[in-house]
């Protein structure tokens, strides 16, 4: 059985890779000719609610167990995972999260302009999408490198 701590961190990474996934759908789907807008607003809501979801694993997880990873990571060979790249990364993700929050408010409003093909509606919201994806590949590498300097760290702390 899995530690608690990895559980929260895995379900946190789980939930950014499910929105990347859901972004990338929904990028696909507005760059048809003839947009689905039912698909659309379905995948507008699953990407804000895996991302609140990941916010409030990683949150939870932030204030329960990182600060244990967060002493040794800065006492070890990689200080700037925290530094740098986890405070980054923090500043970052809310970017995406008003992003995410606020896709499906667009995407209900425009449904109309969706369905009639009003290019103009289909590029802004492309924009925000992509916004959301890249900045999503962003936050999914910088969580690997502070998690390969976690690793590190406590590898080198225990001798190895």
């Not at 499910?18 to 759908?25: H, K, M, N, P, T």
């Not at 167990?65 to 200080?79: E, R, T």
């Amino acid at each position: 059985m899995l530690p608690l701590d990895e559980i929260m961190v895995g379900t946190h990474a789980f939930f950014g890779l499910l929105a990347l996934i859901c972004g990338v759908w929904l990028f696909a789907e507005l760059r048809k000719d003839q947009v689905d807008v039912r698909t659309v607003k379905l995948l507008s809501l699953a990407i804000a609610a895996v991302v609140w979801i990941a916010w409030l694993t990683g949150g939870f997880w932030y204030i329960q167990y990182y600060p244990i990873d967060k002493a040794v990571i800065n006492a070890g060979a990689m200080p700037y995972a925290h530094s740098v790249v986890m405070e980054t990364k923090e500043h970052i993700f809310y970017i995406g999260l008003l992003v995410a929050t606020t896709l499906p408010l667009y995407v209900y409003g425009l449904s109309n302009a969706l369905a009639t093909r009003d290019i103009g509606m289909k590029k802004f919201l492309i924009a925000l999408v992509v916004i959301v994806v890249v900045g999503g590949i962003a936050l999914e590498s910088m969580g690997g490198l502070i998690s390969i300097a976690a690793k590190y760290s406590w590898m080198v702390k225990a001798g190895g």
